[in-house]
């Protein structure tokens, strides 16, 4: 097995003659904020031929920095098959649809697939609305002679779950940032620096234990940090190490790597490892001497970089201006049916929020499910965004605001009390779909389940309510397909006849045909 660093999370896989690409992510993500770093837009042409034109596509969720949109419509081929996770809703197929994709794999949670007679993949599920737009995947990559455990940036809660297909060679995953807080927020400048060193402290307590429960043979820090080439988001990358940022590179988490006795390597794109006979071999392209100056030279690097690509930026800001809309009014049509159907989400946020899009104030009123101009409200949370910013993403519909805007750190906040999760679930859940599972998530977390609930009639059956997994409610989650009842949450199969599940042989539920 071969695995070749394309970027970010990306991945190029070479093994028993098939090709597999994960995450190829080359355009600049979330109003061109983020950037690949160290850069990959110089990558050989054979490489990128094959990054183009693999026997298989793995995209572990619909994150800009993975889901990669125009390099996807414009780059990669529609003879491709793409591995899908089995997320509970279909959104991400049907993305891929939009793009001319149609052919797929379609997986179930944690279960190996065999994609060839010699190679199997098992894609693993978190699907919490935190976890990102329908959550996050990891995939675990073994051909019988070689194993990648391809994490990213998931958060899987059962750390040893990626390990039970077997011993791991490589694992691949994130130990940097990949959030706006807390250089966004309104604070003193010592605060927030206090504040984004204990981040990055617990981003890499969390990278290692990941790190020790799959104990593979070499590790690879991958899935950022991204770099930021913007003037007005310079200062958010991480050079001396004392900016007020949660974006270190690579050397910080290598020196932990290290003091562990973990065998790591510092890596860019290109930099290619093959696996024989249960060992390693690193190659760097141009020599680790040149792979070493990126770090050691990093503000120049970056200079470099940032005048490369400064007429691509200004192209982009001239795009993303807009003539000014009634943003109340559009709000209020758009949002009112989501708010009205969540009040356990509206009841988690328990406060107003204030939207200045540059100097006009919209109110969020989650009590009264209500948007309204801000005349003098009282709110609990803020958000100072540039008009021409939310005039695009309310333009675009955009379903997350999350990936369409927060993650661009284009924006400054401020807010009463602690983080309130509920409040960014809210803001990424801008659709029914979304927020029929984000209401879900949010009855579950105040009230808990309710064990003694009535049945359900789901088609012809009637069906207990709660998935014997985790509690999913199947009134939102399950489906009747090709004679099973699923849960879509997970992505477990009962059978219709007996309620023997299929997925876990130890679980059962009860269901019956209606009479």
């Given at each position: 097995?071969?695995?070749?660093?394309?970027?970010?999370?990306?991945?190029?896989?070479?093994?028993?003659?098939?090709?597999?690409?994960?995450?190829p992510?080359?355009?600049?993500?979330?109003?061109?904020?983020?950037?690949?770093?160290?850069?990959?837009?110089?990558l050989?042409d054979?490489?990128?031929?094959?990054?183009c034109?693999p026997?298989?596509?793995?995209?572990?969720?619909?994150?800009?920095?993975?889901?990669?949109?125009?390099?996807?419509r414009?780059?990669?081929s529609?003879?491709?098959?793409?591995?899908l996770?089995?997320?509970?809703?279909?959104?991400?197929?049907?993305?891929?649809?939009?793009?001319?994709?149609?052919?797929?794999?379609?997986?179930?949670?944690?279960?190996?697939?065999?994609?060839?007679?010699?190679?199997?993949?098992?894609?693993?599920?978190?699907?919490?609305?935190?976890?990102?737009?329908?959550?996050?995947?990891?995939?675990?990559?073994?051909?019988?002679?070689?194993?990648?455990?391809?994490?990213?940036?998931?958060?899987?809660?059962?750390l040893?779950?990626?390990?039970?297909?077997g011993?791991?060679?490589?694992?691949?995953?994130?130990?940097?940032?990949?959030?706006?807080?807390?250089?966004?927020?309104?604070?003193?400048?010592?605060?927030?620096?206090?504040?984004?060193?204990?981040?990055?402290?617990?981003?890499?307590?969390?990278?290692?234990?990941?790190?020790?429960?799959?104990?593979?043979?070499?590790?690879?820090p991958?899935?950022g940090?991204?770099?930021?080439?913007?003037?007005?988001?310079?200062?958010?990358?991480?050079?001396?190490?004392?900016?007020?940022?949660?974006f270190?590179?690579?050397?910080?988490f290598?020196?932990?790597?290290?003091?562990?006795?973990?065998?790591?390597?510092?890596?860019?794109?290109?930099?290619?490892?093959?696996?024989?006979?249960?060992?390693?071999?690193?190659?760097?392209?141009?020599?680790e001497?040149?792979?070493?100056?990126?770090?050691?030279?990093?503000?120049?690097?970056?200079?470099?970089?940032?005048?490369?690509?400064?007429?691509?930026?200004?192209?982009?800001?001239v795009s993303?201006?807009?003539?000014?809309?009634?943003?109340?009014?559009?709000?209020?049509?758009?949002w009112?049916?989501?708010?009205d159907?969540?009040?356990a989400?509206?009841?988690?946020?328990?406060?107003?929020?204030?939207l200045?899009?540059?100097?006009?104030?919209?109110?969020?009123?989650?009590?009264?499910?209500?948007?309204?101009?801000y005349?003098?409200?009282?709110?609990?949370f803020?958000?100072?965004?540039?008009?021409?910013?939310v005039?695009?993403?309310?333009?675009?519909?955009?379903?997350?605001?999350?990936?369409?805007?927060?993650?661009?750190?284009?924006?400054?906040?401020?807010r009463?009390?602690?983080y309130n999760?509920?409040?960014?679930?809210?803001?990424?859940?801008?659709?029914v779909?979304?927020?029929?599972?984000?209401?879900?998530?949010?009855?579950?977390?105040l009230?808990g389940?309710?064990?003694?609930?009535?049945?359900?009639?789901?088609?012809?059956?009637?069906?207990?309510?709660?998935?014997p997994?985790r509690?999913a409610?199947?009134?939102?989650?399950?489906?009747?397909e090709?004679?099973?009842?699923?849960?879509t949450?997970?992505?477990?199969?009962?059978?219709?006849?007996?309620?023997?599940?299929?997925t876990a042989?130890?679980k059962?539920?009860r269901?019956?045909?209606?009479?």
């Amino acid at each position: 097995m071969q695995a070749i660093s394309i970027g970010h999370a990306g991945i190029l896989v070479r093994t028993k003659g098939v090709t597999i690409v994960c995450d190829p992510w080359f355009v600049p993500a979330f109003l061109g904020s983020w950037f690949v770093f160290p850069r990959n837009d110089q990558l050989p042409d054979h490489i990128m031929h094959d990054v183009c034109n693999p026997d298989f596509l793995y995209i572990s969720h619909l994150h800009a920095d993975h889901f990669d949109e125009p390099f996807l419509r414009n780059n990669m081929s529609r003879d491709t098959t793409v591995l899908l996770p089995g997320y509970p809703t279909r959104e991400m197929e049907r993305a891929y649809n939009k793009l001319g994709f149609t052919k797929f794999v379609r997986t179930s949670d944690g279960m190996a697939t065999n994609i060839t007679n010699d190679v199997s993949i098992a894609i693993h599920l978190e699907t919490s609305i935190t976890d990102g737009p329908g959550g996050d995947s990891a995939i675990v990559i073994s051909d019988g002679d070689a194993r990648l455990v391809n994490q990213n940036d998931c958060r899987t809660n059962d750390l040893d779950a990626l390990r039970q297909h077997g011993p791991v060679d490589l694992h691949w995953l994130q130990f940097s940032g990949a959030i706006w807080y807390p250089m966004v927020y309104e604070m003193d400048a010592d605060t927030k620096l206090r504040l984004c060193k204990e981040k990055v402290a617990s981003q890499f307590s969390r990278a290692m234990r990941y790190v020790e429960a799959i104990d593979a043979t070499h590790v690879v820090p991958s899935a950022g940090p991204p770099c930021f080439l913007d003037e007005a988001l310079f200062s958010l990358n991480m050079i001396t190490g004392e900016e007020p940022t949660i974006f270190p590179d690579q050397r910080q988490f290598l020196s932990r790597l290290a003091d562990a006795q973990r065998n790591a390597t510092l890596t860019v794109p290109g930099t290619t490892f093959d696996i024989v006979n249960g060992k390693v071999a690193v190659t760097q392209p141009g020599g680790e001497v040149a792979v070493e100056s990126i770090f050691n030279n990093k503000e120049q690097y970056l200079r470099t970089y940032q005048r490369d690509w400064t007429p691509w930026l200004d192209d982009l800001k001239v795009s993303l201006k807009r003539e000014p809309t009634n943003l109340v009014e559009t709000l209020q049509l758009w949002w009112k049916p989501l708010l009205d159907m969540a009040p356990a989400l509206r009841q988690g946020i328990g406060a107003g929020c204030l939207l200045n899009a540059g100097d006009e104030g919209i109110f969020i009123d989650f009590a009264r499910a209500k948007i309204e101009p801000y005349t003098d409200q009282d709110y609990a949370f803020r958000f100072d965004i540039d008009r021409d910013l939310v005039e695009h993403v309310v333009a675009e519909r955009a379903v997350d605001w999350s990936n369409s805007l927060f993650l661009s750190c284009r924006f400054t906040a401020w807010r009463k009390g602690e983080y309130n999760e509920y409040l960014y679930n809210f803001f990424k859940s801008l659709s029914v779909e979304r927020m029929t599972r984000t209401e879900t998530e949010a009855k579950e977390k105040l009230l808990g389940p309710n064990h003694t609930e009535a049945d359900i009639e789901l088609g012809d059956y009637v069906v207990q309510r709660r998935c014997p997994h985790r509690n999913a409610d199947l009134s939102v989650f399950g489906e009747i397909e090709d004679g099973n009842l699923v849960c879509t949450l997970h992505g477990w199969r009962f059978d219709l006849e007996t309620g023997q599940c299929l997925t876990a042989k130890e679980k059962t539920i009860r269901i019956k045909k209606r009479s």
